[in-house]
């Protein structure tokens, strides 16, 4: 199956080192994807997962930032984090040791797999009203016991496990309820202009 992103990208990439160095300056289209205000909001993410700020997120940067949400990662969770390219869902482990800026990502890499995640989903708009047809009080929630009924046993039915990372976590409450406008909001990337947004 061929990629739609460029060699270059690839983990088994046989590129020598100057067509790689000229082929990260080229422009990409990613950026062509996104408003100027969600593209700032990208680079200030990946600036703070890029800790020493040489514009490539390594195994040092990685190992940082899970330190300083007191997460421990394990050898295993930091190569497929660092082997991750654009197109492909999860790189082959590689049995020899690469430098950090072979086994990491730049800005344009991440912004193309951020692209890959978002534009994976429907629309802000659709997804609300998908879920607002099991909102009979217009409440912004909906019970997790009929979702759980109408994902697995209807249309494109879904896996036990698949529903559970759906509906487990912050956006479900003590009683049952899914807060799907919340999860909403999480999910997609605010699409509206900061100048029509109000002041707080």
Known sequence: MSSK????????????????SRARREPSGV????????????KEAFQLI???????????DLREIFASLGIT???????????????SGSAPTSPTKASDKDRGINFTM??????ER????????????????FDEADAGVVKVEEMRRWLGDVGERMGEREIDKLLKGPFTDRQGNFNYREWVKVLRVNEEDPAEQPMQ
Do not use: C, N
Not at 31 to 42: C, G, H
Not at 73 to 80: A, C, G, K, R, V
């Open 118 to 133: 978002l534009f994976e989903f429907d629309t802000e708009a659709e997804l609300l009203e998908a879920f607002e047809s």
């Open 50 to 60: 890029d800790h020493d700020k040489d514009g490539w997120v390594g195994e040092g």
């Open 110 to 115: 991440f912004l193309t797999m951020m692209s």
């Open 5 to 20: 992103y460029p060699a270059y990208l690839s983990p088994s990439s046989t590129l020598t080192k100057a067509q790689k």
């Open 73 to 87: 990662p394990s050898p295993m969770m930091l190569d497929d984090l660092l082997s991750a390219r654009p197109g």
């Open 31 to 42: 950026f062509s994807l996104f408003q100027a205000p969600q593209i700032q909001q990208f």
